[in-house]
């Protein structure tokens, strides 16, 4: 089987069947539901889902978080990750994603054809990402992930070109593509790294020249110089993401968060350090407002040797996970 821009796209998702299971829900902004006070029921406006319990949050609302994702005016744009695409003549987003799970998995956009959009062949376009930091898989940068994910198939699938490298919108991805006999359906995914997540772009069909054609689409994108896969460079606006910085060679105080209730979750965390070593953005991916608030408590003490990188002192984004350590699941639910 041949694609155009010798790219196979790739799927490979613990990230794909999960998103989709839960992908049909619109959360309200505000978060999750963690009122104990009972109060007289209100009806549920039609198309929302209200979520109780952990949720992800951060110390500021100006500085992008990878879940602020949105499509708007025919175009998905995700500021965190850097990206801006056009989506496809008659495409749209119906529903918006849950909330990050707790082992760092997003689901960014879902985009199907409109029901109005005739003549266009089914099919969708799921934009997910997993931050690296916090993934129980046994990988370290997109091009594990993908592999790990292509030889870990349910047997109901089966691949139909196996990873390989790719050069599509001017950056580096990893593409697989597979297919459910059963089902007759195919999936392409193609997956580059960002700030240390791996932002995929699943697409799925019966028609693989519609799956060829949304792949010429997403060569069109024209993601922004800081989309790097570490983030940042000296001087930019974007941090330079490190992996496990919260080290003690890395750090001149450090204090742990007082719970006041005990808990069973995982809650992981990523932090941006200044220049002078300071915790000045924190974002909570998955945590009950208790956790956060005692979480936040110690971290605006927390003091970090600056560091630099050819001379210059940088920024620095690095995750931190509180709480229990997240099972090892299946490639795909």
Known sequence: ????????????????????????????????????????????PEGVILVKGAWASASDSVTPVPEGASVNNEAFSAPYFGMTYQLPSGWTQKYQGPPPSETGRYVLAQLSPAATSNGTARGSILIAAQDMFFTPLPAHNASELIHYMSEHLQADYQPESPPAEARIAGRDFTVFAYWSPVAELHWYVLATEIRCHTVQFVLSSRDTKLLEALVRSIDKMTPSAEASPTGGAVGGPVPVCIANYARDENMTFRTEPVFTERRSNAIPVRIVIDKEGNVKHIHFLSAFPDQSKAITDALSQWRFKPHQRNGERVEVETGVLFGRQPAVGPAQD
Not at 9 to 31: F, M, T, V, W
């Open 1 to 44: 089987m041949r694609f155009t821009y010798s790219v196979v796209l790739a799927l490979g998702l613990a990230l794909s069947a999960a998103a989709q299971d839960a992908g049909q829900q619109a959360i309200p902004k505000s978060g999750g539901d963690f009122s104990n006070v009972t109060v007289p029921l209100v009806k549920v």
